[in-house]
């Protein structure tokens, strides 16, 4: 069993940057990648990056590419999603995810926190 909790949302005004965190817990010893999600309210849940534990793959989605940058420390099984330029439109529960592909599909990621509120006021 993993065990993931985010931390880090807050309301920010647009343009403004923030930084969220993913401790992971449990036994780890099969996990090699951690993943960001984002859903907002009525939508879909987008995949934002991902990262391998090694720290030597990423793999971004389609948006905020120029914006969103994934790290880890693998020292504190820990995962940060650096955001800058946020928009309004970022305004979401940003969800952490670990499994043993590296993906953009949701369905490849076994384990779940239980998300963390972003909002970008204009």
């Known amino acids: 069993q993993v065990h993931l909790v985010e931390s880090g949302g807050t309301l920010v005004q647009a343009g403004g940057s923030m930084r969220l965190s993913c401790v992971a817990s449990g036994h780890m010893f099969w996990l090699h990648y951690v993943a960001w999600f984002r859903q907002g309210a009525g939508q879909d849940r987008d995949f934002i990056g991902a990262?391998?534990?090694?720290?030597?793959?990423?793999l971004y989605g389609n948006f905020g590419k120029d914006r969103f940058s994934i790290s880890r420390d693998s020292a504190k099984n820990t995962v940060f999603l650096q955001m800058d330029g946020l928009k309004p439109e970022d305004t979401a529960e940003y969800y952490c995810a670990a499994g043993d592909t590296l993906a953009s599909q949701s369905s490849a990621y076994v384990y779940w926190g239980l998300g963390t509120q972003v909002t970008v006021s204009p």
């Open positions: 990262i391998s534990l090694s720290g030597d793959q990423t």
